[in-house]
Each structure stands twice: as structure tokens, then as C-alpha cells.
């Protein structure tokens, strides 16, 4: 609930005097914050929707406690608890200031894991989207070290690689970039952790040709939206790249390049910045695009590119198809944004 706290060193007081309530401590100040903590951190500021409320009961957390005197937005939030699947509201006390939730047992259901591969200069690399956990060990494991975890492949004409991977005991809700060996490119399923995946086809615009310089590929999910319906978009970066303060710039197009939405993106809000591309490897870049509510019916595509706020001018990249653009490539597959009552009759009626 970080996000939504009105002081935003709310959170160390909580820590802190957790830490003196039940351990003792001198010192807690350190300037190291691990990544498993951020991601989960990350992840919590999204409360109270299905992957945060499946995610709390998988850590075997069974109440949540709101102190709305201490939120920055409570007008925004309160609805929200309300509709929340995953929680149930068993009492408000000191005239209003808490309210305890109870985690339920039995969750909303999530989409399934998926992964594609995508080839670089090194070779594969299996890209892995969780909606849900995936455990490796136990959740009270989960901050130990990585250790060793096979994941199986399963190969086109049926044979079956095995692939050593470093791991930590838990894959949290996210996506994920594992590398693979070369005889892996045409898997077709890989299993880790007891479930077996379905690997995606490779769209025409991840099917890429190898440039020099910096490129992007993509492919955005799903082919059919409606206003407000959010278009999950994943972006894949090769460097090299030296300059640290670009921006990600998504656009809403249509066949026409007449844009419709513009959501911008710095690369300090946990995405990984563009000097840390690497040349052979492509860098997984996940991102979210909300289709605007007054959004006409029709084709639209997402365009991207990479922006300098010091010059005010786009960074030259190369799209999947390998020709260089000065300012926005735009990723080929189409999103057919239809109108919210058809596509809701659809629903009901399928």
C-alpha cells in the first residue's frame, strides 16, 4: 500500500517499529535494497486487485489492515476495497480510522503462465509472463538464495531438453527473461515448478533481423479491446544505448498515424534503463497501455520509441523488420477496439 500513503516514510515507521516489537535492532539503515524486495514492494502497491489478493493468500497472509488516516487517496481506494474478490470486510474500528479485511481462501482465477521465445546475437531466450505465483520452494523461503532448478523443454519433434537455471525459491506475479540453449528454439512446452507451459508462436514482429545498434520488438496483447480495457504490451530492447535519461514514449495510432494517446514512460520507474541494454541479448521492457474511454471503434496500433527530454529529439532505433526509424516504430499487430456494449453481449453470450 506503499503508493497510496500520504507520507511517503510512512512505510520505514511501519518497519521500523515492527522490527522493535518483535527483534530488537541498532541499526536498520542500509542503501542495498535487494530486487526480490522491490519487486514484491512493486507488486503491493497494486492492493487490492486479484494477482495482489492471490499473491497475499499464496505468502499465507490472512488479514490486511487499512488505516485510512494515513492514505493519501482513501476516496479512490474505498471503492476499490469494496469490489475487491479477494477480501472481505469483517469490522471497522476507532470510529472509522481501521479497517481489517480477511484474505479469502478461495481466489479469483487468473490467466495461465505463457511464454515465446525470442532469438538474439547469444541465442534464445525463453520470455515467461506470470499472472500468479510460481513457486520453487516454499513463500517463507522466498528471500533465500537462488539455487539450481531444472526447467524441462519440450521440443518440437518431441524430444526434451533439460536446462539448469539459477532461481529464487519463487517467481512472483511478473515477466521474466530466461536464457536457453540453442537446440531450445523450436520448444513448443516448458515445465518448471510442477506446471507445464504452452509456448506462444512468434508473431510476425518477433521474428526479427539482427541489426546493429539499438532496436526494439514487440508484440501487444489482446487483438480485440474496448475503451478503458488495458492492452497488456511487451517490449524488448537491444542496446548498446549510453544516454541514461531517455524516456519510453507508447502511442495510440491508427493505420493513418493519426494519434489518439500518448503514456509516457521514465525508465527510473523500476523499468530497466537503456545504458543497461546489453548488444546481443534483448532486454525485457513490460508495460501497460489504457485505451482511452472516448476511443472511436476502429484499427488502432501501438508506436514506440525513445525519447530525449535533454535534446527534445527520438533516438534513431530499428523496428523487427530491421529498418530504421528516426522517431516511433510501430508494432504491426492490430488492436480492433470495438464498442463496450458489443463486446460485453460477446462476453455473455460466449
Not at 546493429?212 to 488495458?230: C, D
Not at 510501430?330 to 460477446?346: D, G, H, T
Amino acid at each position: 500500500m506503499a503508493a497510496r500513503n500520504a507520507s511517503p516514510t510512512l512505510k520505514h515507521q511501519y518497519e521500523y517499529y515492527t522490527l522493535v516489537h518483535q527483534h530488537p535492532i541498532v541499526n536498520s539503515a542500509s542503501s542495498i535494497v535487494p530486487e526480490r524486495y522491490s519487486r514484491l514492494h512493486n507488486l503491493l502497491r497494486s492492493c487490492p486487485d486479484d494477482a495482489t489478493t492471490n499473491l497475499l493468500r499464496d505468502m499465507n497472509v490472512r488479514y490486511v489492515n487499512i488505516n485510512r488516516y494515513e492514505l493519501g487517496d482513501w476516496n479512490t481506494l474505498a471503492p476499490q476495497l469494496e469490489a475487491a474478490h479477494g477480501l472481505r470486510l469483517l469490522g471497522v474500528y476507532e470510529n472509522g480510522r481501521h479497517s481489517l479485511y480477511k484474505i479469502l481462501p478461495e481466489q479469483p482465477a487468473l490467466p495461465p503462465p505463457s511464454a515465446e521465445i525470442i532469438i538474439g546475437e547469444a541465442g534464445p531466450q525463453l520470455a515467461l509472463q506470470l499472472a500468479a505465483s510460481l513457486w520453487l520452494d516454499t513463500p517463507a523461503r522466498y528471500y533465500q538464495p537462488a539455487q539450481p532448478a531444472t526447467l524441462f523443454v519440450q521440443r518440437a519433434d518431441g524430444t526434451q531438453e533439460s536446462v539448469i537455471l539459477p532461481l529464487p525459491p519463487g517467481l512472483l506475479p511478473g515477466n521474466y527473461l530466461l536464457p536457453l540453449p540453442p537446440q531450445a528454439i523450436d520448444a513448443t512446452h516448458i515445465s518448471l515448478g510442477g506446471q507445464t507451459i504452452t509456448v506462444l508462436a512468434a508473431p510476425e514482429q518477433l521474428v526479427k533481423q539482427q541489426v546493429t545498434g539499438p532496436q526494439f520488438i514487440a508484440r501487444s496483447l489482446p487483438a480485440n479491446a474496448t475503451s478503458n480495457s488495458v492492452i497488456p504490451c511487451r517490449i524488448y530492447g537491444k542496446g548498446p544505448l549510453p544516454q541514461s535519461n531517455l524516456v519510453l514514449s507508447i502511442n495510440l495510432v491508427n493505420a493513418d498515424w493519426q494519434f489518439f494517446a500518448k503514456h509516457d514512460r521514465f525508465f527510473d520507474e523500476g523499468l530497466p534503463a537503456p545504458y543497461e541494454w546489453t548488444a546481443n541479448r534483448f532486454t525485457l521492457i513490460p508495460c501497460d497501455f489504457t485505451i482511452p474511454a472516448n476511443t472511436p471503434p476502429g484499427d488502432y496500433f501501438l508506436a514506440i520509441g525513445l525519447f530525449d527530454p535533454t535534446s527534445k529529439r527520438f533516438v534513431p532505433i530499428a523496428g523487427a523488420d530491421g529498418v530504421a526509424v528516426e522517431a516511433l516504430w510501430r508494432i504491426p499487430s492490430p488492436i480492433r477496439v470495438k464498442p463496450y456494449a458489443e463486446s460485453a453481449l460477446l462476453a455473455v453470450t460466449d
